[in-house]
């Protein structure tokens, strides 16, 4: 079995699944399929390919194939149920990269009305029309006065086109605005929009299906315990990583809620500045976070990592906000990898024109509170002109709340 079929055949898993109970059953199963000369051709560093899955950014799966596509079902599989067990932004990283990964290595080489046949199974009935077309629409007149049309071979009912493309709508490609749309179809020209939109598809039934098989699943430690004694007796390599995978990232969360822990009992400017400069990792920008960030921001940062596809102003606004802050530019980057259209390139350049190191070299200030309401991104009323006056905010009510105990503990020992 060759990897694309390995990655459909584990994903037709999970979309029948139904509990835990059933995704360790496949994984059984598949175990007892793998053939030692493939495991022993296939095995490689394990700990770098869950750290591509879960921890570093997204590759560019469409140009760059990379190791993850050469791996059996049961490491996909095994994967799906780390992210299970570690949390639903682990869900949405898998999730988010499997669906990129099956479009570049399954999608790609399924012929259209193959590719038609497969979506049904991921709730979106795409219809190909072949070498007709559904609809003809002239675009432009060339210069020796011909007629250039566009050939609409594609078609998707509206209802499923909503359904997948939800995401996608800050794109001003994918809003139905700019779409063709006609008897309750949206019609679509290329073949790559279509590959597109059922990857999106894909990310959504994946990341919707994972999530509530966790709802039904035991405890982290449970789960992780399970899928180790699985694992051991048939892949020990890929059991010891997930092993040492699982307590660095035990570790790190620990050293987040410290670190959010000692930031809270010793907030002064000074103090604050130094420990947002020292971020290493987005779990320690959101400890910091819930501590500290208005609303409207930390709003943002949940909903970036829920892989919500956020708007121009949206991210435009929490891009300033940590870049004024003070956050590491490679955070920031990092942070906006959880989006669902991340480019790296882009985004780079992007964060880097904001802080003032590309283009017009101006440093952008992040909206006013006013801006922020007009926008609709205000969340509550924090009586304050600015979200980076906030912390300000915060940093006085401390102290205030310091020097009370304070009082109150010289005045109980009098």
């Known amino acids: 079995m060759d990897s694309s079929e390995s990655m459909d055949k584990v994903l037709l898993s999970i979309l029948e ?15 007892q ?19 591509n899955m879960f921890l570093e950014y997204p590759r560019d799966i469409d140009s760059d194939s990379g190791d993850l596509f050469e791996l059996p079902n049961h490491v996909y599989l095994a994967l799906a149920l780390l992210s299970i067990a570690i949390g639903d932004m682990y869900i949405h990283r898998f999730a988010l990269r499997f669906s990129r990964m099956f ?17 049904r199974r991921i709730e979106v009935r795409l219809e190909y029309s072949g070498s007709k077309c559904f609809k003809e629409i002239q675009s432009s007149i060339t210069k020796n006065d011909s007629i250039l049309t566009i050939c609409y071979r594609y078609r998707i009912p509206i209802v499923d ?12 490609p994918w809003k139905l ?43 982290r430690d449970k789960l992780e315990e399970m899928l180790f004694n699985i694992l051991r007796d048939y892949d020990q390599e890929l059991a010891e990583a997930i092993k040492r995978f699982t307590q660095n990232l035990l570790n790190l969360e620990i050293a987040s809620v ?15 500045l130094e420990e947002i400069s020292k971020i290493s990792s987005i779990e320690q920008l959101v400890a910091i976070s819930q501590k500290i960030f208005p609303p409207c921001i930390r709003d943002l940062i949940e909903a970036i990592l829920r892989g919500e596809n956020l708007s121009h102003h949206q ?28 480019n790296e390139k882009i985004a780079r350049y992007q964060v880097e024109h904001l802080a003032g190191l590309r283009g017009s070299r101006k440093k952008y200030l992040i909206y006013s509170c006013n801006t922020m309401k007009t926008l609709g991104m205000c ?26 105990e304070y009082r109150d503990s010289t005045t109980s020992s009098n």
């Open 17 to 31: 699944a139904k509990s835990c109970e059933d995704l360790f059953r496949y994984l059984k199963r598949f175990l």
């Open 33 to 51: 399929e793998v053939e030692l000369s493939s495991l022993l051709k296939l095995y490689r560093d394990f700990d770098t390919i869950l750290n």
């Open 103 to 119: 479009r570049a290595k399954f999608l790609n080489n399924l012929d259209d009305d193959s590719i038609a046949r497969f979506s």
């Open 161 to 172: 086109y909503l359904r997948a493309a939800k995401k996608m709508f800050t794109e001003q």
């Open 177 to 219: 605005s700019s779409v063709i749309l006609g008897r309750g179809y949206v019609y679509l020209e290329t073949r790559d929009k279509v590959l597109r939109l059922l990857s999106e598809q894909i990310y959504n039934v994946l990341s919707t299906k994972l999530r509530n098989i966790r709802n039904l699943c035991e405890s």
């Open 258 to 272: 410290k670190q959010s822990a000692n930031l809270s009992e010793n907030l002064g400017t000074k103090i604050l």
């Open 315 to 342: 991210r435009f606004a929490i891009a300033t906000f940590l870049i004024n802050l003070g956050v590491d530019l490679e955070i920031v980057v990092k942070l906006f990898s959880h989006s669902p259209d991340f």
């Open 379 to 404: 969340k509550a009323e924090c009586r304050v002109k600015n979200p980076l006056l906030y912390l300000r905010k915060v940093l006085v009510s401390s102290k205030r709340q310091q020097e009370a």
